[in-house]
């Protein structure tokens, strides 16, 4: 029975990190008609309203005010979600994954990568599967997504030659700095944002493939090496658009 005819948004799975899946649905509290369900100390709830009750802090860190909760008539998991992780440019990332549609294998890590769910030996270590958490690239820092794109010095060889070879004369940024930079610098469908997010695609790609390389099969690449490849594949798959013909072939001077 309703009490307090109240909605409150409803989180299934608590926990403290930001991208914890939030539902919403009508939730019908069982203290007094006039209680205040924000300051609400539910002892003697059930586990489920308790959990309920205990969102405060996650829409709190989200930004929600008491009466923004209140008002809710509809709620988007998306929303709080991008205000748990901060604001970002409102252009969708997904489009640094659907310019390389014509390369399915680019298009998934790239995805993977963009979402944090490569698995990195950081998040294999969650599961308690590597004991050391050193890159296997350069063997220097620890092994998660900010480390291998591109503050990894062999990574970071890689994307630098592929930035210089676009006349984009610049250091390596962090991977969310260089996501927010190719929303920002690189929109549009002319050449060379098309290019660039192809070579970001095709980079994300090879340093990934290095990794398992390395890792399963013992086998190492150069940078260098890598570096060409990228660029090789670029100018193939460029050359498919004929409007793109021009840009890949100026990556060719240096192969
Ligand atoms: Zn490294």
């Not at 990195?120 to 050391?132: F, I, P, Y």
Request: include cysteine.
């Amino acid at each position: 029975m309703s009490i307090l005819g109240t909605r409150l948004p409803y989180i299934s799975s608590l926990g403290t990190h930001a991208r914890k899946r939030i539902k919403c649905g009508r939730v019908h509290t069982y203290y007094g008609k006039h209680c205040n369900v924000w300051r609400a100390q539910p002892k003697q709830a059930s586990w489920m309203v308790q959990g309920i009750l205990k969102a405060q802090k996650y829409f709190l860190e989200a930004g929600f005010q008491e009466r923004d909760v209140l008002n809710m008539e509809s709620y988007s998991i998306k929303t709080v979600s991008q205000k748990m992780r901060g604001e970002l440019p409102k252009m969708d990332w997904r489009r640094l994954v659907r310019a390389n549609n014509r390369a399915p294998k680019w298009k998934s890590v790239l995805n993977l990568a963009l979402t944090r769910r490569l698995l990195t030996k950081a998040r294999l270590a969650q599961w308690g599967c590597v004991e050391s958490l050193t890159c296997t690239l350069c063997k220097q820092g620890c092994e998660d997504i900010e480390h291998l794109f591109f503050e990894c010095s062999y990574a970071a060889a890689v994307w630098s030659k592929m930035l210089s070879s676009q006349g984009i004369l610049r250091q390596c940024m962090n991977w969310q700095g260089e996501v927010v930079w190719a929303q920002v610098q690189r929109k549009g469908k002319n050449s060379a944002a098309q290019v660039f997010r192809m070579t970001l695609a095709g980079s994300v790609n090879y340093i990934w493939q290095e990794w398992n390389l390395r890792l399963f099969q013992g086998k190492e690449r150069n940078a260098e090496g890598i570096t060409k490849q990228v660029i090789r594949d670029v100018h193939i798959r460029g050359s498919l658009f004929p409007r793109l013909t021009r840009k890949p072939e100026e990556l060719n001077m240096y192969l």
